[in-house]
């Protein structure tokens, strides 16, 4: 009886650590592949076009709403302490250090790494991926690898998208709507925000939730049970996953980087 | 092949709106269009106290930005602060020009302040600016003016 108990939480146990490990080699083949389908520009370009431009709405609209909620509450908070002026500086270095980079990394998990998952997944339920395996085509090359070099390329770039409409917005209602002082909202900000140490960092921040995003999804739809059912969770399981580690490692990042200063 | 170029206009177009915002925020929200991109050369100043100041601070002459703080040091023989200020090339200053650190606003980031002198003499590369002033440390200020305080109590019957 204990014996068995226990033989069942080893098994358990070396069941989850098989699966980190074998995801961490799947991470490095999608690596390895990368550089290759990038000398098939067609097909990340098609990619580009079904995961970038398809979520730069959803970017945009986020981003200035979430622009004008800055400007707004930032605005009531700063005015207690009679700096209303920095009001472009709170705006612009939450949305580059952190925001831009995070929510884009949401909406992006939502928009497009659902969407990649269950391509992915319905490919393989089709048995398209075996098909392609029969015909001495990798999969992993054919059809993740594009996707996931237009994922790491998309992701900051839609970042930055978000950071620069967000700081429109906090300008409209900052400074059109309340009337805070236009130089002193842009000179501050310009005062403030670091080339290097705060748009940088928030670059290189989007480039790893990009990886993240991009690997999580392709992932779990190629491990995806070829049944609908499977895929089903498997889209579901893919944006809750992304999310986590996308916050997560937000921590982290933020940590290292601004941590000491 | 038409639809094909199509959809390479809307990438092309996807690809130049996000480095666009880039540069938006690199311009406009960041200080890239602050920085000096002329060539600067090296001065140095030693301080007693350099309080907040920190790397990449703005170097004043009469309120204009003249240079950037390249590094700040410390000097364990003299137990002072070392700091070298990168300074326009197009600007110079006489010898005995003074370098105080000063506090933009009540509780601003602070910045070095250049006076400059009268000497004939320019400060050239690697040069050492003599006369400095070191930040203002709040609880110094508050134990002197607590010390005064006391004192001026003290001598009244």
Known sequence: MLIDALERVGAAVRGRVERVGYGARFFVRLLWLAPAALARPRLVVDQLHFIGNRSLSIITVSGLFVGFVLGLQGYYTLQRYGSAEALGLLVALSLVRELGPV????????RAGTSLTAEVGLMKAGEQLSAMEMMAVDPVARVLAPRFVAAVIALPLLAAVFSAVGVIGGWVVGVQLIGVDPGAFWSQMQAGVDVFDDIGNGVIKSVVFGFICAFVALYVGYEARPTPEGVSRATTTGVVAASLAVLGFDFILTALMFGTD | M?????????????????????????????????????????????????????????????????????AIGFDDRTYQATVTFALEERFRFP??????????????????????????????????IRLTQSAVVLENLIGQFLFDKAAEGGSKP
């Open chain 1, 103 to 110: 929510v884009g990394a949401l909406l992006f998990a939502g």
């Open chain 2, 95 to 128: 010898t005995d020009t003074s370098a105080k650190i000063l506090t933009s606003g009540l509780l601003g980031e602070q910045y070095v302040g250049l006076e400059a002198g009268a000497e004939e003499k320019v400060l050239g590369r690697g040069d050492l």
């Open chain 2, 2 to 70: 038409a639809q094909r170029r199509g959809i390479d206009v809307l990438v092309g177009l996807f690809v130049l709106v996000g480095l666009a915002a880039l540069v938006f925020l690199a311009l406009k929200a960041g200080n890239l269009s602050g920085f000096s991109i002329g060539p600067t050369y090296e001065v140095r100043a030693r301080f007693d106290n350099v309080g907040g100041l920190k790397v990449r601070a703005p170097v004043k002459s009469a309120g204009v930005v003249v240079g950037r703080v390249a």
